[in-house]
């Protein structure tokens, strides 16, 4: 199962890479620019054919694997013509640079955490959380392995191999599913399943894009201090709120694909601001194309850039002033005018067509506003217990970059998303719209956003500690000689990095038998990973369903209750011949309707048995139904809902031969 995994690892990282990464060549972007640029290229490439082929009316991951190959080989072979013609084609070996070698410490810091923080608290690499969500997530990307759409416009559960006849019909729309192609893509080659498709995103997502992109905002940040991303490596999964929480609530892999992408992104985008009178044209264009592949993650994860976008631009207006004798209309006036675009932007978006469905949402959570400013200050966030010794480092940091006239917009973005939680987290329902309402008015995306814009912070300021207490160090060795400095100040550094380790990431609170808030998320997603934790589709529902797949032919419809957990089967256990493979949908066909309703009436009922052989449908399949309020975290209904009373079906009901029984697990064969 591991070795799949890593398999699976590998493949994702090669895929959203390469495509990208050609392109970022072929438009001679620097190697900080190519980082940031890369993954959001690579899903913007292949969103753009999955659409086309869609249009064409060509399915499946072949289609779509093969073009990509085809124009990053056309990509590398444009890049060697150029080198040629330049006379530039020698291949000499170049010891690795600065930014290589602490881009790379950053990687393997971070999947180092990433892997004691997320690997290691899941059962298997199977593993998956049973919410809402993810249930659409797991189906659509099963879709895609199995022939479906890779359309971002046209994305379904349904759209897949073996299914003859779907019950819904849901018509056309976008759909931010980046995260799902990749995903997709990279299991249809390893013939992995969607749940360690999915787990192999999040830690590929985590471990190399969000870190190599904060690497990458790091150093072009503060391109003097050498060691700030190597350093600043082990701060960025220090908040339990990015990128564990994320993975342990709802399992919001769209956003949380697209939060890994954001720092890459902001970092490629200050570069383009710098230097877009020199570039202009180039700049639009990948500009555009960049934002298309955040875009497509998840909307609001293009919000996130714009805020960060502002900052830095009104940050450059500042910088433009040559002494403190400049007048200060000119960048003021500069300044309020984007800002006030800003705002304006932000506000008639909110009831636009584009973002009506998320701003509209209402997150019931709330706290009072003394407890929102401490869950605020000290990044308790959304669980409550204080992250002391991140929140120091972080207010460390933040006092630094203030004081540069480089970096002071870092601190102004982390103000500007504190300000989003706290009103998210306190304010009354217009405030909550107004302030977080392209996040869903969810405090756990928006604590993640502000945790997100605390890392940089949170860097520098572990940095300057580091520093200091070396600086402090050397007065004693410049009086005691028998001591190596160098040895000395290594030594220094490993010891602070271990302590921040210790602390941050433990699972219990300093001083105190209370569990951390780190402590807190790693715990419940472990829980909530374990097979036998189940309360929805459980371990014995699994093995249930296997012995279904190889008793029923695939040829055949298996008809079954949603409700009951079989929702999962699909992408779980591949039962690519399941009917109902959503627990709702729109443009509900006939057939559909007579089967939910009356299905235990077909040895009486003319139309339900002719809707029946209509989809060719030969079996229905019920699992354990159990104490209908576990439905709550996973499906707005129950199955014990009138809708749904066709599948009141036991060994009794007259038009129906029991197959299969295991306690209260059911496999009828229709008898028509």
């Not at 997150?363 to 605020?376: F, G």
């Not at 235990?600 to 309020?629: C, F, P, T």
Request: hydrophobic share 45%; charged share 15%; proline share 5%.
């Amino acid at each position: 199962m591991w070795p799949l995994f890593m398999l699976t690892c590998i493949t994702l990282i090669a895929i959203i890479t390469l495509p990208g990464y050609a392109l970022a060549k072929v438009m001679k972007l620097n190697q900080l620019q190519a980082i940031g640029f890369t993954p959001p290229a690579s899903i913007a490439i292949y969103t753009i054919f999955g659409i086309v082929f869609d249009k064409l009316g060509i399915k499946g991951p072949a289609p779509l694997l093969i073009s990509s190959f085809v124009l990053t080989a056309f990509f590398f072979m444009f890049i060697a013509l150029h080198s040629r013609r330049q006379k530039k084609c020698e291949c000499k070996l170049r010891r690795p640079g600065r930014v290589t070698i602490e881009i790379t410490c950053s990687i393997v810091v971070c999947s180092g955490l990433m892997t004691v923080l997320f690997l290691a608290n899941l059962d298997t690499a199977n593993s998956f959380l049973e919410f809402a969500d993810n249930v659409s997530h797991l189906n659509t990307i099963a879709s895609m392995i199995n022939g479906g759409s890779f359309s971002t416009l046209n994305a379904s559960e349904y759209s897949a191999n073996g299914q003859q006849a779907a019950p819904y019909s849901t018509p056309g729309s976008f759909y931010p599913a980046g995260w799902h192609i990749v995903i997709a893509l990279a299991c249809s080659i390893t013939n992995a399943l969607a749940p360690l498709g999915e787990n192999a995103g999040a830690y590929v997502f985590a471990s190399v894009v969000f870190a190599s992109g904060m690497a990458a905002l790091l150093l072009q940040s503060f391109p003097e201090k050498k060691g700030i991303a190597a350093i600043g490596s082990v701060t960025f999964c220090a908040c339990a709120a990015f990128p564990i929480a994320p993975l342990d609530v709802h399992q919001i892999y769209p956003n949380f694909a697209g939060w890994c992408c954001l720092p890459g992104a902001v970092a490629f985008v200050a570069s383009i601001i710098e230097e877009h009178p020199r570039r202009f044209r180039a700049s639009v264009v990948t500009c555009t194309i960049a934002i298309i592949g955040l875009g497509v993650l998840h909307p609001n994860c293009v919000i996130s850039l714009f805020i960060y976008a502002t900052t830095y631009l009104i940050m450059t207006f500042w910088s433009e002033r040559t002494s403190k004798q400049t007048s200060v209309i000119i960048p003021l006036t500069k300044s309020v005018v984007v800002f006030g675009i800003m705002v304006a932007v932000w506000l008639l978006l909110l009831d636009s067509s584009v973002f009506a469905s998320v701003t509209s949402f209402l997150w019931e959570w709330t706290t009072p506003a003394i407890y929102a400013l401490k869950y605020t200050l000290l990044f308790g966030y959304t669980y409550g217990e204080p992250q002391w010794l991140f929140a120091l480092v972080v207010y460390i940091g933040f006092f630094c970059c203030l004081r540069n006239k480089q970096t002071w917009w870092i601190s102004l973005t982390f103000i500007i998303f504190s300000i989003i939680f706290f009103f998210n987290a306190s304010g009354d329902p217009l405030l909550k719209k107004i302030f977080a309402g392209y996040w869903y008015t969810d405090p756990e995306r928006t604590a993640a956003c502000a945790a997100i814009a605390a890392i940089p912070c949170a860097a520098i300021g572990l940095y300057q500690i580091i520093l200091l207490m070396q600086r402090a160090f050397e007065h004693v060795t410049d009086r005691v000689p028998r001591i190596s400095k160098p040895i000395s100040v290594c030594a220094i550094a490993l010891a602070i990095l271990l302590a921040f380790l210790q602390v941050c990431y433990s699972p219990m609170q300093l001083f105190s038998s209370n569990a951390s808030s780190m402590g807190f998320r790693t715990y419940d997603l472990n829980i909530k990973s374990i097979l036998q934790n189940r309360t929805y589709y459980t371990n014995q529902e699994k093995n249930f369903v296997d012995e279904v797949k190889s008793t029923v032919p695939e040829n055949s419809t298996i008809l079954n209750l949603p409700y009951d957990g079989s929702v999962l089967a699909f992408s779980v256990n591949d039962m690519q011949n399941l009917y109902y493979k959503t627990l709702s949908g729109a443009n509900e066909s006939t057939e559909s309707k007579l089967i939910r309703s009356d299905l235990r009436n077909i040895a009486s009922n003319n139309d339900v048995k002719l809707a029946v052989k209509s989809i060719n449908a030969q079996y229905v399949m019920l699992l354990d139904r159990g104490d209908e309020s576990q439905f709550n975290s996973i499906a707005w209904g129950t199955p014990g809902d009138p809708d749904w009373q066709g599948f009141c079906i036991d060994e009794k009901t007259e038009g129906f031969e029991l197959v299969l029984a295991q306690d209260n697990l059911r496999l009828f064969k229709i008898c028509y």
